[in-house]
């Protein structure tokens, strides 16, 4: 009864401890960039020991990824919350489409985009880490979303041509914008209109088939 009773308390401290680490982490990926942030650092900020630190994560390039992979779980850009949606395409679209967008509002993804270039000449690995945790995944995530939700079955050539099509649509001009520290913002209502703008020019592009 003993041993029961302690593996179900320690479950969520260990839980809290790497979501602190999380936390911690994040901070300091966007204050010091990947290449200036090191486990000691996350363990001293986060509160735990080093190897409490390496117990929840192989090493600081897994750190990086999971921080990457919590901001799209955040927005509800994961492979958990698409498995509970149904309907058809255009109403999938309209609702992931318009979590991308506030994901790219998000002040912290747009400082990571800029820390993920600022590092590219000296070390280009961490280009490769975000892309692939981050527009990549959303991409996958989109190609998904076409293939499980069109009427007509999609290649999977297709579907990815289709999701890159409608991510580009949806960042449009104010993802460059927010990089470069112009005005980007747009209002709930813009938002809404550039995600209706992106699914009619991909239903024209399906119906052109």
């Keep these: 009864m003993t041993k029961t009773f302690v593996a179900k308390a320690g479950r969520p401290k260990s839980m809290q401890k790497r979501k602190q680490i ?80 506030r994901l790219l509002h998000d002040k912290d993804v747009i400082a990571i985009y800029r820390v993920v270039i600022g590092e590219i000449s000296t070390n280009p690995r961490v280009a490769e880490l975000f892309y692939s945790a981050g527009p990549e995944h959303s991409l996958r995530m989109l190609a998904h979303c076409f293939q499980r939700f069109t009427v007509h079955a999609l290649s999977d050539a297709r579907a990815y041509q289709c999701a890159i099509m409608f991510f580009n649509l949806l960042k449009g001009e104010f993802h460059t914008k927010s990089i470069l520290g112009l005005d980007f913002a747009l209002s709930a209502q813009q938002q809404h209109e550039q995600v209706e703008f992106a699914v009619r020019q991909i239903r024209l592009f399906l119906n052109a088939d």
């Design 22 to 101: 999380l936390l911690a982490a994040g901070d300091l990926f966007l204050s010091h960039g990947f290449s200036g942030c090191s486990m000691d650092m996350v363990a001293k900020h986060s509160g735990v020991s080093k190897q409490t630190v390496y117990s929840h994560f192989a090493n600081k390039e897994a750190l990086f990824i999971a921080v990457i992979d919590a901001k799209c779980e955040e927005y509800q850009l994961d492979a958990k919350h698409l498995e509970h949606d149904s309907g058809d395409l255009e109403a999938v679209l309209k609702q992931s489409g318009l979590q991308i967008i």
